[in-house]
């Protein structure tokens, strides 16, 4: 690929990786206004918020399996093209139902998309390709994050809540067609198969467990229901684990998690996106409810940290490698927790002043987090950073819908607008622990970077030979040649008998003649 094109690819990855990533977020600013619309119960709320996203993370290595198989071309294409239809429908949706059905049908094309684009960015590039890449990817994804409220919050104020989705329809045909343009069928492999029942499996493990969750802040953890559901979801994990441990090729390798980088950066990194995606879902409306902002002052709020994230994405990765991993990473989740804990003693009457505080500081800390993703990567060898790149944002994503649903816990009630004083402190309580909440859990995630990650500058991962991660992939020690036999003595000839065990000070006689 030409640097025209190449440039032209990154922009396709870059508008793209926002559109899909936004709509993790965008609804949270606007799910007063479609609760109000659709006459929508809070258990409706929830699963619009969340079947994106289980949709999105349930299919997502699937995604990645079919771009091995088919090129990213084709089934980035395909993916944008199902995303950018239900995106319509989710628009047009004239109740809860629609809705929700819509959302799932957005995410399953978003799981066929977004893997695309990373390896886009990735397969057959350079040095300095790959990391501007990488940095386009994770700055256009982590941004979209924190932007989602605000701009949602804008379209509610000036037009119909549909217009959330609506917008998605221009730019990704867009990038459909850029895509026709200017992509290449890159990583075509038609010998690679799909691990059908390990996508199956893992779909109901993430189900019953978001479900169990959701179901658990409605009826109460003791109620058989829940606890059914919960059982399903243990049932589903071990039988995940022992399908993929027999499977021949499949989806997810579960050697690579011998690997203390590979997987206490995955524990990081579902901690972190637990506290960050239940904190940005749960303040829009936290901030209109109680303190009475409108959609746009409250998509207001989130603007500062959406910048931060931006400006400081670029210098995060740069101080991981000047610093190290453990003290850029771990540190940074540790102001975000406090930024969190900040936000979390919001009082009545508060504004902007008091506010920008703890924004500010979550957007820094949510930042110096963003160069996890690479140190994941870089913890496998690169023949298998595909597979480990899926699992990744399976990670990512399934964090979103815990965040949402683990936050929500302690938040039992979202009160109507003109609630009472009462209920409105109840509420702020509510929120103010589901905060709290998930600052600890941002902070413990902090902590596991910092006992985990390589603590030494420049880490270059396996491919210099460290920290492989699966013993069986290493290359085979090379076998001591075999001694060269003597050929056989002629007939008649006496060969003294030497003992093999003759110590070594003694020298071995040597049968002379003409004759060997």
Known sequence: MTRGRYRWALAV??????MITMDNTVVANAMPTIMSDLDMSNSAKDWVATSYILAFSCLMIAGGRLTDVYGCRAVFVSGMVVFTAASAVCGLAPDSATLILA???QGAGAALALPATQVMVTVGRTDKQRSLGTIVWVGAASSAIALGPTIGGLIVQQWSWGWIFLINIVPGALVV????AVLTGTGENRDARVDLPGVLISATMLFAFTYGLESANRYGWADPSVLSVFALAAVALASFVLVESWAVDPMIDLRFFRNRVFTGGLVSQMLYGIGFNGMIFYSATFLQRFLGFSPPEAGLVMLPPAIAIMVM????????AKLGPRPAIGGGLALMAFGMFLFSTIQRGDGYAELMPGVMIVGVGAAMGMPLVMYVLKAVPEHQAGVASGVINVVREASGAFG???????????????????????FRDGTAAGLVLGAALVLVGGLVSGLTLPSRRGWAGPRHGRNAPIVA??????ERPARSERPAPPEGWYEPYVPDDVPVDVPRVEPRGDAW
């Open 177 to 180: 067609l850029l895509g026709l």
């Open 404 to 426: 949402i649903a683990i936050v929500g816990l302690l938040i039992h009630h979202v009160p109507e607008r003109g609630a009472s004083p009462a209920e409105l402190e109840t």
């Open 313 to 320: 994405t670029p210098v995060a990765f740069w101080l991981a």
């Open 13 to 18: 990855v870059a508008v793209s990786a926002f």
């Open 473 to 478: 992939d290493r290359p085979a020690r090379p």
């Open 103 to 105: 959302r799932v049908t």
